[in-house]
């Protein structure tokens, strides 16, 4: 069965720090997603990624970098975590052709203190 | 730009009974809809879709019917369960890069005993 993992699961950041949430897929899938949840705004999208080495903007990017090293991989940095940040982060991977299902992992729930 | 909209917060039933999420979109494409769930502490996972007008589409009880002249994809069960309380989500893929996906708010459906 298609797999997407998240690492870590849970996270605890100060204001101001570095974080790094990390997304595994072996679904042999070109697309890669990173979404953030909120109570009241569903998933919105943050970066996306078609190919190892490219990564798009979303809808909303800002505070946020992405990173593709390999089909498989996808990283998402916050580079100055703020409290604005607090939420719970998914990750998505699907194939190529358009209307395509997106495969979920199982989140990150982030706190930044 | 393209929208969804999912007007009910929470909906709250009694086992048993017929429910019906709604769900709108504006788009200016020929849209394809889906209808995503999420279980407590879980991803979201695909429940079903559609971008055929007018035809009914079936998933482990649950249907929607596209409706394009109304612009409406209502999801529906005749008769909900325990184990569909859960947080949905109406999706439309982006007119500019159909692999992107604008999701609702999300409505969480609550069955009672």
């Known amino acids: 069965e298609a797999a997407v993992t998240q690492s870590p699961r849970s996270k605890v950041a100060v204001t101001g720090g570095k974080v790094t949430l990390s997304c595994h897929q072996t679904?042999?899938?070109?697309?890669m997603y990173w979404y953030r949840q909120d109570t009241g705004h569903g998933l919105r999208l943050i970066h996306y990624?078609?190919?190892?080495?490219?990564?798009e903007k979303g809808d909303i990017p800002d505070g946020y970098k992405a990173s593709r090293p390999s089909q498989e991989n996808f990283s998402l940095i916050l580079e100055l975590a703020s409290l604005s940040q607090t939420a719970v982060y998914f990750c998505?991977?699907?194939?190529?052709?358009?209307?395509?299902?997106?495969?979920f992992g199982p989140g990150t729930r982030l706190t930044v203190l | 730009g393209d929208s969804v909209t999912q007007t009910e917060g929470l909906v709250t039933l009694t086992k048993g009974l017929p429910v019906m999420l709604n769900c709108t979109y504006q788009?200016?494409?020929?849209?394809?809809l889906f209808w995503y769930v999420q279980h407590l502490n879980e991803a979201p996972k695909l429940l079903l879709k559609?971008?055929?007008?007018?035809k009914r589409t079936e998933h482990q009880g649950f249907y929607a019917t596209l409706h394009k002249s109304s612009s409406s994809f209502h999801l529906q069960k005749s008769s909900v369960q325990l184990s569909d309380s859960a947080l949905y989500f109406c999706?439309?893929?982006?007119?500019?890069?159909?692999?992107?996906?604008?999701f609702g708010a999300g409505t969480r459906l609550a069955v009672c005993p």
């Open positions: 998505a991977s699907s194939g190529q052709g358009a209307y395509a299902e997106q495969f």
């Open positions: 679904n042999n899938h070109d697309y």
């Open positions: 990624s078609y190919v190892a080495d490219s990564t």
């Open positions: 788009t200016t494409y020929s849209p394809f």
């Open positions: 559609s971008s055929t007008d007018n």
């Open positions: 999706a439309l893929p982006s007119s500019g890069s159909f692999n992107k996906l604008t």
